[in-house]
Structures are given as C-alpha cells and as structure tokens.
C-alpha cells in the first residue's frame, strides 16, 4: 500500500510539486512565475520551497539575469518519485471510495464464524 508523504501533503507544497513534475526532466521556473500560478506570497513560497529542498526534492538554482538576480525551481528525482507515490496513495483512496461498500452486517456474515 503506498503511503501519504507528510512533507507534500501540505496543500501548497502539494501544488509546487505538482507543477514542477509536470516539467520535463531537466526543465526548471523562475520563482517569480512559480509564486504568481500559486497566487502566494514570497515569504510563504519561499518557505515550502526550503522544506522542499531540505527533503531532497526541488532543486534551487540561483543565478544573474543582466545583473538581477533569479531563481530557478526544478524537481529532483527524489522529488519526483515520492510526489508519485503520494499520488498512488491517494488514488488508493479515491478507489477505495469508489467501491460500493456492503452494510456491517452483510460483512460480518460473510466473513464466516
């Protein structure tokens, strides 16, 4: 059974990792552009972008563009397959709900003495 990462199950730590894996391998955004799609403040980007990179899985580069400063987000491999196995374990759940499920008493009956 897969299992929920606790480092991406914050909701814009969810999103962050979402749009960088939807990246191909080796492409990279700008913060800038990354903290306007979320709609979240420098601070608040900043902050889940370092929860992210201690885990391992972003990737932060920081570089001169005609003398201002940019930085660059990718996600890592690491970063990838465990955003991948958060997303196995919640379609575990959203096809678990989907199931239709038998009342208690049926469940116990058929289970035998």
């Known amino acids: ?4 990462d606790s480092i991406i199950h914050q909701p814009v ?3 962050v990792m979402s749009s960088l894996v939807s990246l191909d391998l080796g492409e990279q ?3 800038t552009y990354l903290r306007r799609l979320l709609r979240v403040t420098d601070g608040n980007l900043g902050a889940h972008l370092v929860k992210l990179e201690e885990a391992g899985y972003v990737r932060i580069d920081k570089t001169f563009v005609d003398r201002k400063p ?7 491999g690491k970063g990838r397959d465990a955003f991948a ?3 196995a374990a919640l379609n575990e759940i959203l096809q678990g709900a989907a199931e239709p499920t038998q009342p208690a008493k049926a469940r116990s009956e058929e289970a035998g003495p």
Request: net charge positive; glycine share 4%.
């Open 1 to 4: 059974m897969a299992r929920f």
């Open 13 to 15: 730590r969810l999103q």
């Open 29 to 31: 955004v700008e913060f």
């Open 70 to 76: 940019r930085t660059y987000v990718s996600a890592t």
């Open 85 to 87: 196995g958060h997303v």
